[in-house]
Nanobody, 120 residues
Framework: VQLQASGGGSVQAGGSLRLSCRPSKSVLRIYDMAWYRQAPGKQRELVALITSGGDTTTYADSVKGRFTISRDDTRNTVYLQMDNLKSEDTATYYC??????????????WGQGTEVTVSS
């Protein structure tokens, strides 16, 4: 099972993008889901996290008020709505999910990364 992310692209500052991510195969359950990003020359950082059931969300200070993480458990999909994008948001974005699989194993999965480029 892998995570498949989509929705990246190039936008001008102030624009919006919506990222999506879901497992490549069926799973029994998905626990916490998150988005990370890594800019060139920098360490990977947590952008946003949403707990199982969507009860709690956490955001990096740099994106609070601009980004919104959500999930649709009927589609096993996590979203990241990014508004008022800034040049410093330019990075490769990775989705992450903790899954309970059909073979009754629990794994932490990473997506392949989707590029977001914001031009000023």
């Amino acid at each position: 099972v892998q995570l498949q992310a989509s929705g990246g692209g190039s936008v001008q500052a102030g624009g919006s993008l919506r990222l999506s991510c879901r497992p490549s195969k069926s799973v029994l359950r998905i626990y916490d889901m998150a988005w990370y990003r890594q800019a060139p020359g920098k360490q990977r950082e947590l952008v946003a996290l949403i707990t199982s059931g969507g009860d709690t969300t956490t955001y990096a200070d740099s994106v609070k008020g601009r980004f919104t993480i959500s999930r649709d458990d009927t589609r096993n999909t996590v979203y990241l709505q990014m508004d008022n994008l800034k040049s410093e948001d330019t990075a490769t974005y990775y989705c992450n999910a903790d899954t309970w699989n059909l073979d009754f194993t629990r794994t932490t999965l990473w997506g392949q990364g989707t590029e977001v480029t914001v031009s000023s």
